[in-house]
Nanobody, 114 residues
Framework: VQLQASGGGLVQAGGSLRLSCAAS?????MGWFRQAPGKEREFVASSRWGGGTTYYADSVKGRFTISTDNAKNTVYLQMNSLKPEDTAVYYC???????????WGQGTQVTVSS
């Protein structure tokens, strides 16, 4: 599975960005992760294709929304009320099962200025 992430950029605190991840085909689930400088990669959000149960890290609940577009094989991450601590490289991932993510995109940089 090929994953192409886009939509990152520089935004002021309180602003919004929408990340997109186009997949070459659909799998069981899609997710977003992020990695800040000097920190380990962390889970942000995940969803099955077509909706259903979604999962979010506590740090982004109420601010970020993951959604999928089956017709475009694309998953989105709408990020609102951004904070400087959201600054990281964001990666999309695809999983063939609910247990793990098997494929990873190249990452897109999100920088939130204070």
């Amino acid at each position: 599975v090929q994953l192409q992430a886009s939509g990152g950029g520089l935004v002021q605190a309180g602003g919004s960005l929408r990340l997109s991840c186009a997949a070459s085909r659909r799998t069981f689930s899609m997710g977003w992760f992020r990695q800040a400088p000097g920190k380990e990669r962390e889970f942000v959000a995940s969803s099955r294709w077509g909706g259903g149960t979604t999962y979010y890290a506590d740090s982004v609940k109420g601010r970020f929304t993951i959604s999928t577009d089956n017709a475009k094989n694309t998953v989105y991450l709408q990020m609102n009320s951004l904070k400087p601590e959201d600054t990281a490289v964001y990666y999309c991932a695809a999983g063939e099962t609910r247990k793990e993510f098997d494929y990873w995109g190249q990452g897109t940089q999100v920088t939130v200025s204070s």
